[in-house]
């Protein structure tokens, strides 16, 4: 071995050595802050009980309680004759789940009835239907409440598959068509059950997110500072980042048992597919619950209340989760200035992925870019938050 070489192998162990004890110090103040916020998170029982039962409280309303599915929809079917023809399309409507069909002779007996809201549709069947029918030419007039436009829809949509299906019924044993020469053919991808559910529990699963992330990392800092904790943490060789990460593990812990809940109920209670992979699910949810626990972070440490970084978070993360995500409303739809709004919210990319994974599958196209979206927003927010979080008083 050369005389450069013996040289340079002490100083390169020596630099190891260096290296080590910096870090070993630093790692040690983190491990003693993570177990203090670990018990002080165990002994709380808001904690446990918004980390653990309200995901699973919140599966069980909004998954059994809130459905865009319509069924046993009540309506009145104006029977003008009593024809073999008409007979199979009120038979349809029997047999339909969707609907409870209540058999009237005369439109304005149903009239009445719709007036007042004991049926939300009228489906009427006029007097020369089984002619048309053999004419090619039939109609059948479908009245609907329209006080709630989207549920109206539905019901049309519902009432035409069902008199759709007769009319084929009627082709194949050659009896001509009700609705013309035209058959269509409706195929609703990645939901063929036509299942709300598909669409809904991916959604409440970014409620769950939201609210362990921000809003219960918000609250437990803030509280810290009222109480003076972090003035003593303050005068102790601990650094802001230290503090931040003691602060973060143990809540992202929270934040993945929640999830785990989340998506077991959404496997085995809801039968919701998920078709993707596993990994890029897990992957997804760490960035949106390392963004969410930025945000709560930063309110918290900017205002320092309780009150005000409660309302704050509710503000900024749990309803616009709710109501400008995707998750209910199609964002296409509203005002452009609105939507302008949406991109600057985590919730909307974290709701693109789920409903991706959850129904279509591993679509780079879509992962990829909503994914790189959230680890910019979350590298944004860890600064913010060591910047507000560094070391003063007051």
Not at 155 to 165: L, R
Request: contains cysteine; hydrophobic residues 55%.
């Amino acid at each position: 071995m050369s005389w450069q070489a013996q040289l340079e192998q002490p100083r390169s162990a020596w630099s190891a050595a260096s290296h080590l004890a910096h870090w070993q110090p630093k790692l040690v103040r983190i491990w003693a802050l993570v177990k203090k916020e670990t018990r002080q998170m165990i002994r709380d029982p808001a904690s446990i009980a918004m980390g653990v039962v309200l995901p699973v409280i919140l599966i069980l309303l909004f998954g059994f309680g809130l459905s865009l599915d319509v069924k046993d929809v009540p309506i009145a079917v104006v029977l003008e004759e009593s024809s073999p023809e008409a007979l199979g399309v009120v038979a349809g409507l029997q047999l339909s789940p969707y609907f409870h069909p209540q058999i009237v002779r005369s439109m304005p007996a149903a009239q009445e009835l719709i007036l007042e809201r004991k049926v939300d549709g009228i489906v009427r069947i006029p007097a020369d239907f089984a002619r048309r029918v053999s004419a090619g030419d039939a109609e059948i007039q479908v009245i609907l409440h329209g006080s709630d436009a989207n549920r109206a829809r539905i019901i049309q949509a519902y009432v035409q598959g069902a008199i759709g299906a007769w009319s084929q019924r009627q082709a194949a044993e050659g009896h001509g068509m009700a609705v013309g020469p035209v058959l269509v053919q409706n195929r609703l991808w990645f939901n063929d059950a036509n299942d709300s559910h598909y669409f809904l529990v991916p959604g409440l699963i970014v409620l769950v997110m939201t609210l362990i992330g921000a809003f219960l990392t918000s609250m437990v800092v803030a509280r810290e500072w009222e109480r003076g904790t972090f003035e003593a943490l303050f005068v102790t060789p601990v650094r802001s980042d230290e503090i931040l990460l003691g602060k973060t593990i143990p809540y992202f812990g929270l934040g993945m048992l929640g999830l785990s809940l989340c998506v077991l109920s959404a496997q085995y209670l809801f039968d919701v597919p998920l078709r993707g992979s596993l990994w890029v699910l897990l992957s997804a949810s760490m960035l949106y619950v390392l963004v969410g626990l930025g945000i709560g972070l930063l309110i918290s440490s900017a205002v320092k209340n309780q009150l005000i970084a409660s309302q704050l978070t509710m503000l900024a993360t749990f309803m616009p989760a709710f109501m400008l995500s995707g998750f209910l409303f199609d964002l296409r739809s509203m005002p452009a200035a609105i939507r302008v709004i949406t991109y600057l919210l985590p919730a909307r990319y974290y709701v693109a992925l789920l409903q991706t994974v959850f129904l279509a599958g591993d679509i780079w196209s879509v992962i990829l870019p909503n994914a790189a979206v959230l680890a910019a927003m979350m590298g944004l927010l860890s600064l913010g938050s060591r910047v507000v979080t560094r070391k003063r008083l007051g």
